[in-house]
Nanobody, 121 residues
Framework: QVQLVESGGGLVQPGGSLRLSCAAS????????MGWYRQAPGKERELVAT???????NYGDSAKGRFTVSRDNAKNTVSLQMNSLEPEDTAVYYC???????????????WGKGTRVTVSS
């Protein structure tokens, strides 16, 4: 069984910073793309940032210039450094990983349970 566990959410004032982390554990052969999505109340889940195994990042429009995604392949972790946070960034942030549990099987998407980020004064 594979688990993705997020940490680092919380309450922050506008203009502040937070760092989210996600650790994947369990029967994992190889992780391909990892990343972060978010879902605000009443809205659909949206892309924040993803990063390939070779550390090539891709950012959603809301994250460009403010957020930085990184990963550690040896530790099966992905992080999201969020700066200049705005109230519009308030959402539950979900970790995602496209991975293979064993050689020779297709890769599958896995999701964490989410960590809440609230940006408010």
């Amino acid at each position: 069984q594979v688990q993705l566990v997020e940490s680092g959410g919380g309450l922050v004032q506008p203009g502040g910073s937070l760092r989210l982390s996600c650790a994947a554990s369990g029967a994992i052969f190889r992780i391909y793309t990892m990343g972060w999505y978010r879902q605000a109340p009443g809205k659909e889940r949206e892309l924040v940032a993803t990063i390939t195994r070779l550390s090539s990042p891709n950012y959603g429009d809301s994250a460009k210039g403010r957020f930085t995604v990184s990963r550690d392949n040896a530790k099966n972790t992905v992080s999201l450094q969020m700066n200049s946070l705005e109230p519009e960034d308030t959402a539950v942030y979900y970790c995602n990983a496209d991975l293979k549990q064993y050689p020779g099987v297709p890769s599958t998407d896995y999701w964490g349970k989410g960590t809440r980020v609230t940006v408010s004064s």
